[in-house]
Structure formats: structure tokens, C-alpha cells
T-cell receptor, first 111, second 116 residues
Framework: DAKTTQPPSMDCAEGRAANLPCNHS???????VYWYRQIHSQGPQYIIH???NNETNEMASLIITEDRKSSTLILPHATLRDTAVYYC????????????FGAGTTVTVRA | NAGVMQNPRHLVRRRGQEARLRCSPM?????VYWYRQLPEEGLKFMVY????????ESGMPKERFSAEFPKEGPSILRIQQVVRGDSAAYFC??????????????FGEGSWLTVV
């Protein structure tokens, strides 16, 4: 049970921003939101994570709503190499130890 | 700082043989996780270990699979008497503390096991 909801797929034009939504309506106050991606035949790659505040790094920005029930991952200038499956994941609970992966969003960047 | 290192990257075994997959966590990381990804399927948690201890093995098949993370050396995922259904990509991940603390879990590039 991944405890997050993502659209199964989305397309994005090369050079444009890609906005990937994630719903985590039952998230508790101390749970983080993590984003990973998996390019075909590679290991999952960490992108970004956050708790309450918006976060930005060299790969992406993470926008978390004030009520923390949803978030958006923004890839500012998508390239063909950003084609991958993107996973939105919540921190494990206090009695859990693992990140649980759902089906994610398959993002296809088109030229 | 080297990432999570897995070897071998590709392994072919005949049915009934043993497969050993090794994982060296990132420097300073004492928590290791193993995941399995069957062809065209998602990532499934198998086991979580700290040095010398198995903390959560709720995702491990009951038979033929075992994991260890000794005080010295890499973590090992061992599959005895492999069958065709074990063909998959096996990913190792590591973190400095448990995942619920907000630290990042980093993944290796995986070991692809093919059973013929």
C-alpha cells in the first residue's frame, strides 16, 4: 500500500515544464514526501523530498500544499532524458521501516 | 563519495544453482534495504537490515531466500536452488538512519538475475 495516488501516465513537450501531481490526503504531520524516478533498466534515482515547505534542488522543485494533502513535482525544463517512471512516496510510519513504491507516473517527454 | 555499489550487475544461473548478490552501502550508511522488481512490475520490498541484524524481512519469500549484513563487508542476498520465477532485477538501497527520520535512501544500479 503506497498510500499516495498518482496519474498513471502523462506526456510532456521537451523544453517545457513538467508538473507531476501526487495526492497523499492521509499524510500525518511528521511524514515526509519523497520523489524518486526510475529510468528504464536503471536503479531508482532520488529526486527530492520535503515535509512542509517547498523545496528546490538542481533537479526539481517540490510544491506541498498548505494542508499537506497533495504535492507537485516540477521539472522546470524537461528533456528527453527525463522520460521515466516517477514515484511519489511517503515516509514509513513509526512502526514501518521501508519506502513502499506504487505504480508511479510514467512520464514521456516528446521532442 | 561513491554511491551504493552492487555486484554482479548481471548474473546467469541454471535452475537449482545458488545466486549471491552483493551490496556495499554508501559510506557512513548502516541501514540496507533489498527490493525486487520482476519484469514489467513494480518495486517490491524484500528485507531491511542494520549491521548484523535483520530488522524487517516481511517481503522475503519464506524459502530459499536469505539476507545478511555482517559487521564487516557487504550485505549479501542469497537465493538457493533458483527457479525461473526468480529472474528479476534486485536493487539494494542504503541510508544513514532509518527511513522515517527524513533521511534519504539511495539505491544502487541493481543486479539482474536470469535463471535459465
Amino acid at each position: 500500500d503506497a498510500k499516495t495516488t498518482q496519474p498513471p501516465s502523462m506526456d510532456c513537450a521537451e523544453g517545457r515544464a513538467a508538473n507531476l501531481p501526487c495526492n497523499h490526503s492521509t499524510i500525518s504531520g511528521n511524514e515526509y514526501v519523497y520523489w524518486y524516478r526510475q529510468i528504464h533498466s536503471q536503479g531508482p534515482q532520488y529526486i527530492i523530498h520535503g515535509l512542509k515547505n517547498n523545496e528546490t534542488n538542481e533537479m526539481a522543485s517540490l510544491i506541498i500544499t498548505e494542508d499537506r494533502k497533495s504535492s507537485t513535482l516540477i521539472l522546470p525544463h524537461a528533456t528527453l532524458r527525463d522520460t521515466a517512471v516517477y514515484y511519489c512516496i511517503r515516509t514509513p510510519g513509526s512502526n514501518d521501516y521501508k519506502l513502499s513504491f506504487g505504480a508511479g507516473t510514467t512520464v514521456t517527454v516528446r521532442a | 563519495n561513491a554511491g551504493v555499489m552492487q555486484n554482479p550487475r548481471h548474473l546467469v544461473r541454471r535452475r537449482g544453482q545458488e545466486a549471491r548478490l552483493r551490496c556495499s552501502p554508501m559510506k557512513g550508511h548502516s541501514h540496507v534495504y533489498w527490493y525486487r522488481q520482476l519484469p514489467e512490475e513494480g518495486l517490491k520490498f524484500m528485507v531491511y537490515l542494520q549491521k548484523e541484524n535483520i530488522i524487517d524481512e516481511s517481503g522475503m519469500p519464506k524459502e530459499r531466500f536469505s539476507a545478511e549484513f555482517p559487521k564487516e563487508g557487504p550485505s549479501i542476498l542469497r537465493i538457493q536452488q533458483v527457479v525461473r520465477g526468480d529472474s528479476a532485477a534486485y536493487f539494494c538501497a542504503s541510508s544513514p538512519t532509518r527511513a522515517s527520520s527524513g533521511n534519504t535512501i539511495y539505491f544502487g544500479e541493481g543486479s539482474w538475475l536470469t535463471v535459465v
